[in-house]
C-alpha cells in the first residue's frame, strides 16, 4: 500500500507519536516508571496533550516489510489471530456482564482481556500473556488490586468457551474407557474421569507445578490365584488413592521417600501426575506381589540349595547368596546400581529375575518354578482398568492435589502417606513425554524407558511452568 519511504513516514506519524502521547515523560515518574492511575500528575487519555510534530524519521526496522515469510508462519499468524479473537469476545461489551462477578468495570475488564488478546496475537505464550494481564489490573486497580481477582480473572477466562479446546487442540492420545460393571482390581470408575486436556490448559495459564511421579499398575484388592485357589491382598497401584476408605481419609498416596524431600515437594507442587513405570516391572517392588511368589515357592533354603546347584543367572545367584530367609530378602530394596558398580540383591532384582523366567522355558529357573507351580503371569496382578485400556509406560493415570505428609501408612510397602485431593482419572491416555518443554524433548524417537528419565528422573521431578508442546493452538508458540 505504501513505498518504503511512505512507511517510515506513517510509522513515525502514528505509531512514534501515539508512543510519546502514552509513554512520555510527561507519563512517567523520576524514576522512570509509568505513572498509574491515582498517582500524582497521572493524565487520563482526554488530558494528554498530542506530541509535538519532529521533522524524523523511525530507522527501518520498525517499518520495513520482510517478503520471506513461510506458509508454516502465515499459518501461525492465522491461528493465533483466531485465539486473540475468540478470547476478545469475552469483553463485557459483547453483552456479557463479567463485571458483576468479579466487581471489575468495565472499562478495566475489556482491557485486560484485550492485553491477553494482543500479546497472544504477537507472539507471546499464554503464559506471559496472563502475566501481562496481571500487570495491567495491578496498574489499573492500584490498591484494590489482589492476586485473588487476578485468579479469579483467569479462571472466568479459561472456563468460557471461547477458550474451550477443540479436536485439533488437544495433546494427542487415546480415549479410554470405563467398564460400567468394573475392571479387575480396579477401583476406576466413570465418574473419576477428567478432561486432562483443560486441566493441562489451566496448569499452564496458571504458571503451575507439576511433580512427575513414576508408580506402577499394580491392582487392589484381593488376587485369586487359580491354581491354588488363595487369595492375597494387593494395596499399590492409583487405585489405593481411589479405594473410598482412603478418600474418605483424603489419603492420595504412600511414599517410601524420606519426609524432608516430600515436604519440599509437597510445598512446591500444585499437582502430581502419576505416571506409569513399566508396566511389567515396576510392580515388581511390591511386598504383595512377593509374598504371592514366596507362598508358591515354599522353603526359602530347600528353593535356595537347587537353584544356586544348578546353572541359572548371575542376577538370582546374587540375590540368593546375600539372604538366608525371605524375612531378609523382603526388606531388602537395594537394586543394581551401574553408574557405581554396586550389585543390588534386593526383592525386585529377585522378583524380575522369576517373571523373565516365565517366558524361558528351556532354563533351569523355570523348570524349578513350574515344579512348585510357582510360574505367575504378573499381568493378571495390574490393576483391570490400567491394563484393559493397555497404559504404556510414562502414560498419565492419575492426578493428584498433594497438601500435606499423613503420618504412618498402612500400604505393605511404603511408610509414610500423602494428604489431598483426588483430581481424577485422565479421560485418555497421554504419554508424560509429549507435554515436556521443547528444552526438555530433546529426541521424539527415545525409546520409553529414555524418555523415563526426561519427565521424572529416578522416580519422580518437579516441572515449573511446563508447556503442552503438543497442544498445537498454543504449544506451538511456546518459548520456556
Known sequence: ?????????????????????????????????????????????????????KMALFPEEFSEIKNDISDQDVKVKEERKTIADKIRSLKAGG???????????????????????????????????????????????????NDDIAEEFIDEVIN???????????????????????????????????????????????????WFWVADQLGRGYYMDSKTGEKHYLDAGPSYALDPENRNKNVIWASGVEETTLNKNIASAD?????????????????????????????????????????????IKDVLEAHDSWETLIEDASVDNPKTGKVGTGRKKFLIELVEAYNKPNTNLHKILKERDALINVDELRDGFYADNNFDQNDIMLVLKPEKLGGKSEHSTYENDLIGEVVGVPNKKINAYDILPDNLRKETN???????????????????????????????????
Open 271 to 315: 499437582y502430581i501426575f502419576i505416571i506409569s513405570g513399566s508396566a511389567d516391572k515396576s510392580k515388581l517392588f511390591n511386598k504383595g506381589v512377593f509374598q504371592i511368589f514366596q507362598d508358591k515357592i515354599g522353603d526359602y533354603n530347600k528353593f535356595k540349595q537347587e537353584i544356586l546347584s544348578s546353572k541359572t543367572t548371575q542376577g
Open 446 to 480: 527415545k525409546q520409553r524407558a529414555t524418555q523415563s528419565q526426561s519427565i521424572a528422573p529416578y522416580g519422580f521431578g518437579l516441572l515449573n511452568n511446563f508447556f503442552p508442546a503438543a497442544i498445537s493452538c498454543l504449544g506451538a508458540y511456546a518459548s520456556f
Open 160 to 210: 468460557q468457551s471461547p477458550l474451550q479446546l477443540n479436536n485439533t487442540d488437544k495433546v494427542k492420545g487415546t480415549p479410554v474407557k470405563v467398564n460400567p460393571d468394573g475392571h479387575n482390581l480396579s477401583f476406576v470408575k466413570e465418574e473419576d474421569l477428567i478432561d486432562i486436556d483443560a486441566l493441562i490448559k489451566d496448569i499452564e495459564a496458571k504458571g503451575e507445578t507439576v
Open 95 to 145: 453483552g456479557k456482564g463479567f463485571e458483576s462477578t468479579l466487581g471489575i468495570p468495565i472499562a478495566i475488564w475489556d482491557g485486560a482481556i484485550e492485553t491477553i488478546a494482543t500479546a497472544i496475537e504477537a507472539g507471546e505464550s499464554f503464559i506471559n500473556a496472563i502475566n501481562k494481564m496481571k500487570d495491567y489490573l495491578k496498574q489499573q486497580l492500584g490498591d484494590d488490586y
Open 1 to 53: 500500500m505504501y513505498s518504503p519511504l511512505a512507511r517510515r513516514a506513517m510509522t513515525t506519524e502514528t505509531r512514534g507519536q501515539n508512543s510519546w502521547v502514552n509513554f512520555g515523560p510527561q507519563m512517567r515518574n523520576e524514576d522512570g516508571t509509568l505513572k498509574k492511575k491515582g498517582d500524582e500528575g497521572y493524565l487520563d487519555p482526554k488530558q494528554r496533550e498530542f506530541a509535538p510534530q
